[in-house]
């Protein structure tokens, strides 16, 4: 064994704390989704344009509406929510953020959950992307978090496309954020997926028709099935031939039997092969 000796020593530097990160972050940053409060997400994309009356090219305008629920409180409240919505690749890179403040007022209640939605939008260019969604509750303290996934197409090269389905009800949950959405969609999205036979519930999309080609009719066939795989309503509508046609279809809740469905959307014309959208929703 040798030892060697010298003057002298290095001196040890002083680590600094690391710097807490914010709970609506830790929310954000977890292998799962943090289930301290509980959330669900509904997300949709349409086309937009780049910028503000620009027509030529278009971007991918995902709209994003958060539904929370806590309990209820007995005097009418107002709530600040921190939200961070955040889109990444499939290989995990991050291409998209969007952090806002929103601010609801809840009105006092008996029952024992009081459920609201948080709306917002990312824009992103067509492909598949992870979505990671994390709300802050300033009054509460709390902080959760939702994960996604959406496919946007390319809208402006796709002979036909469709949009996703956003589903809208009469006399809804109260919602902040209706300002994010507006330039989009002409309804404001719900998450809620369970109704009652008596609620007017609207689903809306938008057809698209890109590649440089003159549009051509589209035919929208529509038919929901039970649990059971049987058809109990079908109808076809067509859509009058342009670039960008809204389809607003009202679900026929009243000839429903109580129990899960399945709304199949399929689009067709000549121009291009055949796109389809699926929508779960239940009867209560």
């Known amino acids: 064994m040798s030892v060697r000796t010298r003057n002298g020593y290095y001196a040890p530097k002083n680590e600094k704390p690391e710097k807490a990160a914010e709970p609506i972050i830790k929310a954000l940053s977890g292998v799962l989704p943090d289930p301290d409060m509980y959330m669900r997400a509904a997300v949709a994309p349409f086309a937009a344009a780049e910028k503000p009356g620009a027509k030529e090219k278009k971007i991918g305008a995902v709209t994003v509406v958060l539904g929370l629920s806590q309990p209820a409180a007995r005097e009418r409240t107002s709530q600040v929510i921190d939200l961070i919505a955040t889109a990444f690749t499939t290989e995990g890179k991050p291409v998209g953020q969007r952090r806002q403040t929103a601010q ?29 969604f994390a709300l802050h509750n300033r009054a509460l303290g709390k902080s959760g978090s939702v994960y996604s996934e959406v496919e946007v197409p390319n809208f402006a090269k796709d002979p036909l496309s469709l949009s996703g389905l956003i589903v809208s009800v009469a006399n809804g949950l109260p919602a902040a954020g209706h300002d994010m959405l507006g330039a989009v969609v002409p309804q404001s999205p719900t998450t809620q997926r369970s109704f009652a036979t008596d609620d007017r519930v609207t689903v809306f999309l938008r057809v698209y028709q890109g590649g440089g080609k003159p549009p051509m009719p589209v035919t929208l066939r529509t038919r929901i099935t039970n649990a059971a ?48 959208r699926d929508l779960r929703f239940s009867v209560r």
Not at 112 to 128: H, I, N, T, W
Request: glycine share 4%; net charge negative; no cysteine.
């Open 104 to 132: 609801l007022t809840l009105r006092a209640s008996d029952a024992a959950d009081a459920k609201f939605e948080v709306l917002s939008r990312l824009d992103l260019k067509p492909g598949r992307y992870n979505l990671r």
């Open 229 to 276: 795989d049987e058809v109990v309503h079908q109808a076809t509508s067509a859509v009058d031939p342009s670039a960008e046609s809204d389809a607003s279809l009202p679900l026929p809740l009243t000839r429903l039997v109580p129990g899960p469905y399945l709304l199949t959307i399929d689009a067709s014309s000549s121009s291009g092969s055949p796109v389809r």
